[in-house]
């Protein structure tokens, strides 16, 4: 048997390196090629940024185009008698209101149909016959001695044309639910001392732009089931807030001493005037302002 040399066994050495070696470089080789390598994400594109909009405030309308109601005049009438009996001026916030736009509802007729003779300032009455709607409305004027002296005179020569507001303790624009049985129907209104607000139209010392007491009237075909009956008809009343002698939008005066009710006339400017069946809901009559001597329809 022979020996291994030195040459032999480092050959044998250096030939056992080789192989592990080679067979672990094939291995990593092979591991490397087999495990999962890492994905490396793509860049995010930059998100493009919208400009912030800024959203205006919303727009408060105009009070001088908000409609004032029939409460409104109450309430304005309220401020002024109270600043009259106080002793104060009305306060800016009840003044400003000159200018403002209103609509009002006055009912009438309200017991039912008038006799052919009634004298009512406000009546209806119904021909049968001739199946026609007679209506009549009459404003009341009111002298300077009736609107009191202003604080500079200006009041004297002053005339003011309108309505009475029935029952101003209430907003409601239609006639009562329960009429006062003690008063047959057909019974004429009364003129009440507790009238104690008016709208009217003011005047210096002329009737120009008045009716001067003129009334408004219309006879329109109506058949029996469009009688109004218990419901009346509403006179209707729009345009503007108006000014006295002392440019206030209402006057109040207590003729019979401080311990009465004051009773006020709101200013007014008429743009129109109408007469309404509240039953069928249709307009009989419409006068304008420039055209206040004939209906409109």
């Given at each position: 048997?022979?020996e291994?040399t030195?040459?032999n066994?480092?050959?044998?050495?250096?030939?056992?390196?080789?192989?592990?070696?080679?067979?672990?470089?094939?291995?990593?080789?092979?591991?490397?090629?087999?495990?999962p390598?890492?994905?490396?994400?793509?860049?995010?594109?930059?998100?493009?940024?919208?400009?912030a909009?800024?959203?205006?405030?919303?727009?408060l309308?105009?009070p001088?185009?908000?409609v004032?109601?029939?409460?409104?005049?109450?309430?304005?009438?309220?401020?002024?008698?109270?600043?009259?009996?106080?002793?104060?001026?009305?306060?800016?916030?009840?003044?400003?209101?000159?200018?403002?736009?209103?609509?009002?509802?006055?009912?009438?007729?309200?017991?039912?149909?008038?006799?052919?003779?009634?004298?009512?300032?406000?009546?209806?009455?119904?021909?049968?016959?001739?199946?026609?709607?007679?209506?009549?409305?009459?404003?009341?004027?009111?002298?300077?001695?009736?609107?009191?002296?202003?604080?500079?005179?200006?009041?004297?020569?002053?005339?003011?044309?309108?309505?009475?507001?029935?029952?101003?303790?209430?907003?409601?624009?239609?006639?009562p639910?329960?009429?006062d049985?003690?008063?047959?129907?057909?019974?004429?209104?009364?003129?009440?001392?507790?009238?104690?607000?008016?709208?009217?139209?003011?005047?210096?010392?002329?009737?120009?732009?008045?009716?001067?007491?003129?009334?408004?009237?219309?006879?329109?075909?109506?058949?029996?089931?469009?009688?109004?009956?218990?419901?009346?008809?509403?006179?209707?009343?729009?345009?503007?807030?108006g000014?006295?002698?002392?440019?206030?939008?209402?006057a109040c005066r207590?003729?019979?001493?401080?311990?009465?009710r004051?009773?006020?006339?709101?200013?007014?400017t008429?743009?129109?005037?109408?007469?309404?069946?509240?039953?069928?809901?249709?307009?009989?009559?419409?006068?304008?302002?420039?055209?206040?001597?004939?209906?409109?329809?």
């Amino acid at each position: 048997m022979n020996e291994p040399t030195l040459r032999n066994s480092r050959l044998a050495l250096a030939g056992g390196l080789a192989i592990a070696l080679a067979v672990g470089g094939t291995g990593f080789l092979i591991g490397r090629g087999t495990s999962p390598r890492e994905v490396v994400p793509p860049a995010a594109a930059p998100v493009a940024t919208a400009p912030a909009v800024v959203q205006p405030a919303p727009s408060l309308p105009d009070p001088r185009d908000i409609v004032k109601t029939r409460a409104d005049l109450i309430a304005l009438a309220s401020q002024a008698a109270d600043a009259l009996a106080s002793g104060r001026p009305l306060p800016k916030a009840a003044a400003d209101l000159a200018g403002q736009r209103f609509e009002l509802r006055l009912p009438f007729g309200c017991r039912g149909p008038s006799d052919a003779d009634s004298d009512s300032p406000m009546r209806w009455r119904y021909d049968a016959e001739a199946r026609a709607l007679r209506v009549h409305v009459a404003p009341v004027i009111w002298s300077g001695a009736d609107l009191g002296a202003s604080e500079d005179g200006s009041a004297t020569g002053m005339i003011a044309e309108g309505f009475w507001i029935p029952r101003p303790w209430t907003a409601n624009e239609t006639c009562p639910a329960a009429q006062d049985s003690a008063a047959p129907t057909g019974a004429d209104a009364v003129t009440l001392p507790g009238q104690t607000l008016a709208v009217a139209q003011f005047a210096d010392g002329a009737v120009q732009g008045l009716r001067d007491g003129k009334p408004y009237e219309t006879v329109v075909r109506a058949a029996p089931d469009e009688v109004p009956a218990d419901q009346g008809l509403q006179l209707r009343l729009r345009g503007r807030i108006g000014g006295t002698a002392d440019r206030s939008p209402v006057a109040c005066r207590q003729p019979a001493g401080p311990e009465q009710r004051p009773i006020c006339i709101i200013a007014v400017t008429l743009d129109d005037v109408a007469i309404d069946n509240p039953r069928t809901g249709k307009t009989l009559a419409t006068w304008s302002a420039d055209r206040a001597s004939l209906p409109d329809r």
